[in-house]
T-cell receptor, first 111, second 114 residues
Framework: RKEVEQDPGPFNVPEGATVAFNCTYS??????FFWYRQDCRKEPKLLMS???SGNEDGRFTAQLNRASQYISLLIRDSKLSDSATYLC????????????FGKGTMLLVSP | DGGITQSPKYLFRKEGQNVTLSCEQN?????MYWYRQDPGQGLRLIYY???????QKGDIAEGYSVSREKKESFPLTVTSAQKNPTAFYLC?????????????FGPGTRLTVL
């Protein structure tokens, strides 16, 4: 089983739609979880950290399910500018920042 | 402006040549990292350093070398021993080396071997 798995997409949605991505991870001892956003041919940028209780930042909501070992990202009211690849990132080691990246899920928002 | 800079943005190299990629940060971060990204692939860790004069191998260190003589600088050398060096190289830094510390990325260097 791959360490961090994501559906590569692309997810094609119209503006205003709600879209959700899931990501599964294999190491049950993983400590930290993040969603990064990567635009085409650019560097990844932190979108949000994922906390055990779930967290929301504007139109974005992240959830963690430790029992099933997955994290999710929900985007409401999609904008054209949300078009990007969303990377699921897991830190499997307590005390050390060695991130494991998923391959990413591509989102395309159309007018 | 605080941030991470990488240079050059694009780099072309002939087979058999060593090449050094620059990474500088003025965020006063202790930890720095080098990743490689291939098309359709996730980022893979090459080397990381949690403190000056110390660094550790990541998952794919073979054919690469690094140094960390200054807190703000973490150059990566791609040697001729790296069999498939064409890739997008990303440098990152974090305030410390803790598992919860956010990593911030530089704009990357695209290396092409001719």
């Amino acid at each position: 089983r791959k360490e961090v798995e994501q559906d590569p997409g692309p997810f094609n949605v119209p503006e205003g739609a709600t879209v959700a991505f899931n990501c599964t991870y294999s190491n049950s001892a993983s400590q930290s979880f993040f969603w990064y956003r990567q635009d085409c041919r650019k560097e990844p940028k932190l979108l949000m950290s994922v906390y055990s209780s779930g967290n929301e930042d504007g139109r974005f909501t992240a959830q963690l399910n430790r029992a099933s070992q997955y994290i999710s990202l929900l985007i409401r009211d999609s904008k054209l500018s949300d078009s990007a690849t969303y990377l699921c990132v897991v830190n499997p080691l307590a005390g050390y920042s060695t991130l494991t990246f998923g391959k990413g899920t591509m989102l395309l928002v159309s007018p | 402006d605080g941030g991470i800079t990488q240079s050059p943005k694009y780099l072309f190299r002939k087979e058999g040549q060593n090449v050094t990629l620059s990474c500088e940060q003025n965020l006063n971060h202790d930890a720095m990292y080098w990743y490689r990204q291939d098309p359709g692939q996730g980022l893979r860790l090459i080397y990381y350093s949690q403190i000056v004069n110390d660094f550790q191998k990541g998952d794919i260190a073979e054919g690469y070398s690094v140094s960390r003589e200054k807190k703000e600088s973490f150059p990566l050398t791609v040697t001729s021993a790296q069999k498939n060096p064409t890739a997008f190289y990303l440098c990152a830094s974090s305030i410390g080396g803790s598992s919860t510390d956010t990593q911030y990325f530089g704009p990357g260097t695209r290396l092409t071997v001719l």
